[in-house]
């Protein structure tokens, strides 16, 4: 391996390290705002044990509206079986809706991974990240990404779909044109690092105003 492959390898497992740890510091936030809700589930006791102690019904039950519309918020999360990626899907979802970004995702994955969590963690990641940018760009009103994952016969399917600034993206070998820095072409170079590695598929399309990026992983 010459110099500059060895540099670019150190490159490429800095970046990964950097995407890890901002990962699990996205988890971590989450699960802060877990136990917050943990906090607040007691006062909700305490607030309600106060209405039943001077026999306001309609105050409890107008409260328990009031909880049942929160608990409708908080339960709206990924539940994919897989419990790394339920953590990075939903705290890359908390960070697109904070930054006005509709998320529409259905992922289902009911058997044991082949790939690590690291490398699914990585994969979901950067997808993620690079359709977040690309859709920060847009009114937000056509802010929209959608994401599916779910199992074809012995194969992991993943498909993340952003909405882009209306003109087709070009490709320069087999890679699509990208205006961020280099962390981000290593992002791209790691998943298909990843995806090459475990014998799968990726294929980036550009079509109508919106950049498909699907992925097959066996799991077999």
């Known amino acids: 391996m010459g110099f500059f492959s060895k540099h670019i390898e150190k490159q490429i497992e800095s970046y990964q390290h950097e995407l890890i740890e901002t990962h699990y510091q996205e988890v971590d936030n989450m699960y802060r705002q877990i136990r917050g809700w943990r906090h607040d589930y007691r006062n909700h006791i305490q607030t309600m044990k106060a209405y039943a102690a001077s026999g306001d019904l309609d105050a409890i039950r107008n409260y328990l509206d009031l909880l049942d519309e929160d608990l409708t918020t908080v339960d709206a999360v990924i539940k994919t079986g897989n419990p790394m990626t339920d953590a990075i899907l939903n705290s890359k979802i908390s960070l697109a809706k904070s930054k006005g970004i509709e998320v529409i995702a259905d992922a289902h994955i009911p058997v044991r991974l082949k790939s690590s969590e690291i490398e699914l963690c990585c994969i979901i990641g950067n997808l993620f990240d690079n359709a977040i940018e690309a859709s920060v760009k847009l009114p937000e009103d056509k802010r929209l990404i959608r994401v599916y994952m779910d199992m074809k016969n012995t194969?992991?399917?993943?498909?993340?779909?952003?909405?882009?600034?209306?003109?087709?993206?070009?490709?320069?070998?087999?890679?699509?044109?990208?205006?961020?820095?280099?962390?981000?072409?290593?992002?791209?170079?790691?998943?298909?690092?990843?995806?090459?590695?475990?014998?799968?598929?990726?294929?980036?399309?550009?079509?109508?105003?919106?950049?498909?990026?699907?992925?097959?992983?066996?799991?077999?």
């Open 155 to 220: 194969q992991l399917y993943i498909s993340f779909t952003n909405f882009t600034a209306g003109k087709k993206l070009q490709k320069d070998g087999g890679l699509f044109h990208t205006t961020k820095g280099d962390g981000h072409g290593f992002g791209l170079v790691r998943i298909d690092a990843i995806v090459e590695r475990l014998e799968g598929y990726i294929s980036r399309n550009s079509e109508d105003g919106a950049f498909t990026t699907e992925i097959l992983l066996p799991q077999m």
